[in-house]
């Protein structure tokens, strides 16, 4: 592994490190990092190429993510990239792992947010509210009643990872009469909820199926199509996750066979390119990766990143560090 410097030396103490933001921040969160760092930006400059030749050299932290391997080979003191986000799999972790670079993340800020944004999702497909606001703005309900939609009440949902996003999710559906059951690596103690060891399983015996696991090698393809079918003709898949842990071409397959009974998808593999037969299904419902995507999610978010940078360059371990 090529071990870049953790710390500044005397002479760099003194120096202020220079910042790379790769994608759009809080307002706040710049405004902090440039109290603290020199900061230079890749985000909206029509010419990025012309940052990189300028500053390159210089920059020893990232703020944002999304930082592909060939980037991180163009800036040889580059040390830590503070991702902005819980997955951290929009990097090249195998090249910072090999440069010896640190990786940050910022878990547990955007927890409600992306829960909050599962629910409306499910109540999005349960009661089909993109087509009924449709129904009503084309007139049609001078013409007669929506069809009936359905509750979630009494409905049993297992969910995909329970992890800190996926207790958020279970507490609310819970909260709504739901009967929540879940699926992971191992058993967890002291949770109400009961555990499913195999996934397929699960599926069978639920309504709904909601995907809120990370996103590495172990869940690539994670639902396939034994789950989805499994999960039947009355039932749900939700992802809030990432599109690679659902296998995409095997549940529009069953969607449009009437095999699975509908989904509610916050990604999608491929992103942002969403297949134009998932569009035109009506019992999809999809939003633009949108989970965390709050004010007030990004701004706690921003506060973390800087708080990860501002450590790490004090010569403290990051308090988010996952790589």
Not at 142 to 151: A, I, K, T, V
Not at 175 to 194: I, L, N, S, W
């Amino acid at each position: 592994m090529a071990n870049r410097p953790a710390s500044p030396n005397a002479r760099e103490a003194s120096i202020r490190p220079a910042i790379l933001i790769t994608k759009p921040l809080d307002a706040d969160c710049v405004s902090a990092l440039e109290a603290r760092f020199e900061v230079h930006s890749l985000v909206g400059d029509a010419e990025p190429e012309a940052v990189l030749a300028a500053h390159g050299g210089e920059v020893r932290g990232i703020a944002g993510g999304k930082v592909a391997g060939a980037l991180m080979r163009r800036l040889p003191r580059l040390e830590i990239i503070a991702n902005s986000g819980v997955g951290v799999d929009t990097n090249d972790l195998e090249t910072a792992k090999e440069l010896g670079i640190v990786i940050t993340n910022t878990p547990d800020v955007l927890n409600d947010a992306v829960a909050e944004l599962t629910v409306a999702l499910m109540l999005g497909l349960a009661r089909a509210l993109p087509r009924a606001d449709r129904f009503v703005r084309d007139g049609a309900w001078e013409r007669g009643d929506f069809p009936l939609g359905s509750e979630l009440r009494g409905k049993t949902v297992g969910i995909v990872g329970l992890g800190r996003i996926g207790k958020e999710i279970a507490a609310r559906l819970a909260a709504m009469k739901m009967d929540v059951r879940y699926f992971g690596r191992h058993e967890q103690t002291g949770q109400p909820y009961r555990y499913h060891g195999n996934l397929v399983a699960m599926a069978a015996d639920s309504d709904w199926l909601v995907v809120i696991a990370p996103a590495n090698a172990s869940t690539d393809g994670l639902v396939g199509r034994e789950a989805m079918q499994a999960l039947g003709p009355e039932g749900r898949l939700v992802n809030v996750a990432r599109g690679s842990l659902v296998d995409q071409p095997a549940m529009i397959e069953l969607l449009r066979s009437g095999e699975l009974g509908g989904a509610a998808l916050d990604v999608v593999d491929g992103e942002p390119r969403v297949p134009e037969v998932l569009l035109s299904l009506p019992n999809v419902v999809v939003s633009p990766h949108m989970g965390s995507r709050t004010l007030e999610a990004r701004r706690d978010m921003g506060r973390l990143v800087v708080a990860n940078l501002v450590a790490h360059f004090d010569g403290r371990r990051p308090p988010n560090r996952v790589h």
